[in-house]
């Protein structure tokens, strides 16, 4: 993975929700969802995000495609600074950019025919006549999966499977270079989650696109990235490729999540580096490193000073001061 | 010998505009003190609805069509609500997926933690609150005295299913059933509440039935695995011997299905299609349209559940042409 041209450029990120509050309701605090993040995505890689509920791996995704507002940073796509751009300006960086979502059934409608939901796309981002965007619709079921009878079906006539076929569908629709899956198979069954990993891999390598896989499951994230990148409470921990990340983890966090996932081999001797307590609230935000709470090798700086992220070898990050 | 529970050719039904529908078809197993019972299965297989039906909690459109459930030898099916309101939460317990559900929001978790201690153990107050003080510290709740008189909604989740635990636990039960209690929860959470459970199991010898579709759950925390697909029981066999020496192709296929996260060159094998619907009638085996060995008999004649050994079988007619010597078990 050296050598590769960036597609997409992220530096300083940030993204707060404030919280607001009395008479005046003026703002009390911060969620720092997104926290001074700085990365870079290659053309054609999967760049796995992981980490646990509440620790902004969604936020990531969705405010690089612009669909929740930055607070502060930079985003280059191609080069380009995006981050600032007007909503209409951006619309022509969206058809590039798009995001496949865990559950597709809430974002289609119940009453539309699923070919029109897809023929929609065509209609607003391209000027093609009504039986060329028929045509196209058709081919875009047969390159997911599906059958082209499928066009005229409802989407509750779909399983969740196929239901994602669809979400992929639209997704293609338009050649982006990126998309972003987010926790794109963790609602499917086993499976059904082995078809979907199979599909997305395959159109990977036919139309070479680039793929942020936001997901919680660790197995299917080392199955399908290139590189990954660990996250806590709105904070990069750890990025490296993925051999680095499963065998070589350096940050105590990366190495308790690796731990904690139960391996499918009875009898094996638990070997769990446990982490006390819960994640803490994003809103009472920890000083200093904010894995210092749970954190089983933390000292007294850790509490102070906010790690720095430093490259430890070639394409390995880590934020720690103990490393 | 008296088993602790006893499933024996258990039906349920469901009334559905159409006509009814086999949710739940011919199941049989049994569970022993101090024992860990795997339920695994995709959607739409039937364990949850089977793990629902043992404590006669079905939803209104649901019957037990056939069958016998005996717990600790007394029989199940059929008694008044009045009776099993009698056992559940004192000695049969369950704990659900989502915890929030489960948990009433207008009442403090203290409040919620001593109803079942009054009402099965006819503790008094005092007793009842200094009691689930105690338990909530045994599920590794710190500052248990200020917690109970929390909300369900100022804890997180992990703090909300130790309470569902403790809350199960309140009156020592025989039997918990655990229905996909740690789907919801982060790994690092997870693998807190796996360890508790098992600890408590050995403590208080409970025999548990634990509900899951995580493989990895499934290898760390059961001494037996009853695996389900479409409603019927197809394989089941202690821990390693599911693991290790699968027959079902289901099971096989399910096991090659699950990315390992300690195996980076690992091909993702595909069981094609999906889970039939429960009304879907299939002639023979049921698993057949998705099976890579499916062969004629599979299309016509449904099979048997067959013993593959002493303590494994496997509802597949290829157990037959594998060991046609020995002897069949029909259910």
Redesign the interface.
């Known amino acids: 993975m050296t050598n590769q041209q960036s597609l997409l450029e992220v530096e300083d990120l940030k993204t707060y929700y404030p919280i607001k509050g009395g008479i005046l309701n003026r703002t009390k605090a911060n969620v720092k969802a997104v926290n001074d993040v700085s990365l870079e995505v290659y053309e054609g890689e999967t760049l796995g995000i992981v980490g646990e509920s509440g620790c902004g791996k969604s936020t990531l995704g969705r405010t690089l495609l612009g669909l929740e507002k930055k607070t502060g940073g930079t985003i280059h796509f191609r080069g380009e600074d995006i981050g600032d751009l007007s909503e209409k300006k951006l619309k022509k960086y969206k058809k590039d950019m798009q995001m496949i979502f865990q559950d597709p059934f809430a974002s289609l409608n119940p009453r539309q025919k699923i070919g029109n939901a897809l023929e929609e796309i065509f209609i607003i981002h391209t000027s093609l006549s009504k039986s060329e965007r028929k045509e196209r619709v058709r081919k875009l079921l047969t390159e997911v999966g599906l059958k082209e009878e499928h066009y005229d079906r409802f989407p509750h006539e779909f399983s969740g499977g196929q239901r994602q076929r669809i979400g992929i569908a639209r997704a293609i629709a338009l050649n982006p270079s990126l998309i972003v899956c987010d926790e794109a198979v963790s609602a499917l069954d086993v499976s059904v989650q082995a078809q979907i990993i199979t599909l997305l891999k395959e159109l990977q390598a036919k139309y070479h696109l680039t793929y942020l896989f936001i997901s919680h499951d660790l197995g299917v994230v080392r199955h399908i990235s290139d590189r990954v990148l660990v996250m806590y409470l709105g904070k990069t921990v750890e990025l490296g490729t993925t051999e680095q990340i499963y065998n070589n983890a350096l940050h105590p966090y990366t190495k308790a999540l690796l731990s904690s996932i139960p391996r499918p081999i009875p009898g094996r001797k638990r070997e769990r580096i446990k982490l006390q307590g819960d994640l803490p609230s994003a809103s009472n935000y920890p000083t200093g490193c904010p894995f210092h709470t749970r954190c089983p090798i933390a000292t007294a700086q850790c509490k102070e000073v906010v790690p720095e992220w430093r490259e430890m070898e070639a394409g390995h990050f880590v934020a720690c001061h103990e490393i | 010998m008296e088993h602790l529970l006893q499933v024996e050719n258990l039906v349920i039904g469901f009334r559905t505009a159409k006509g009814t529908s086999q949710a739940v078809r011919d199941v049989s197993f049994s569970l022993e003190e101090g024992e860990t019972l795997c339920i695994v299965g995709?959607?739409g297989s039937g364990k949850s609805i089977t793990s629902l039906s043992l404590l006669g909690l079905l939803p209104e459109n649901g019957d037990i069509a056939k069958g016998s459930i005996r717990f600790k030898g007394e029989e199940l099916v059929g008694k008044k609500e009045e009776a099993l309101r009698k056992l559940r939460g004192n000695k049969i317990s369950m704990i659900f997926q989502e915890p929030m559900t489960a948990l009433n929001p207008v009442f403090t978790i203290g409040y919620q933690l001593q109803e079942p201690l009054i009402i099965h153990q006819n503790l008094s107050k005092q007793e009842a609150r200094k009691r689930s003080m105690a338990l909530l510290a045994e599920v590794g709740i710190?500052n248990p005295k200020e917690k109970l008189d929390q909300y369900p909604h100022e804890l997180?989740?992990?703090?909300r299913q130790r309470v569902m635990i403790a809350m199960a636990l309140a009156c020592e039960p025989s039997l918990l059933i655990a229905d996909e209690p740690t789907t919801a929860l982060?790994?690092?959470?997870?693998?807190?509440i796996?360890d508790l459970i098992d600890d408590l199991k050995e403590q208080l010898g409970m025999g548990v039935v634990f509900v899951t579709?995580?493989?990895?759950?499934?290898?760390?925390i059961?001494d037996k695995v009853m695996v389900m697909y479409a409603g019927e029981v197809v394989e089941t066999g202690d821990?390693?011997t599911i693991?290790?020496d699968p027959q079902h192709p289901y099971t096989k296929?399910?096991?090659a299905?699950?990315?390992?996260?300690?195996d980076?060159t690992?091909e993702?094998?595909?069981?094609?299609g999906?889970?039939p619907s429960v009304d879907d009638e299939i002639e023979g085996c049921r698993f057949h349209p998705r099976c890579p060995f499916a062969m004629d008999i599979c299309k016509q004649k449904k099979p048997p559940v067959m013993n593959v050994s002493e303590n494994h079988s496997s509802r597949c007619w290829l157990q037959e042409v594998n060991n046609h010597d020995k002897s069949t078990v029909t259910s």
Do not use: Y
């Open positions: 995709e959607s710190p997180s989740g992990g703090m982060d790994v690092t959470i997870q693998a807190q796996l579709h995580d493989m990895g759950v499934v290898a760390e059961a821990v390693k693991f290790e296929g399910l096991l299905a699950v990315p390992n996260v300690d980076e690992q993702l094998s595909i069981i094609p999906s889970m």
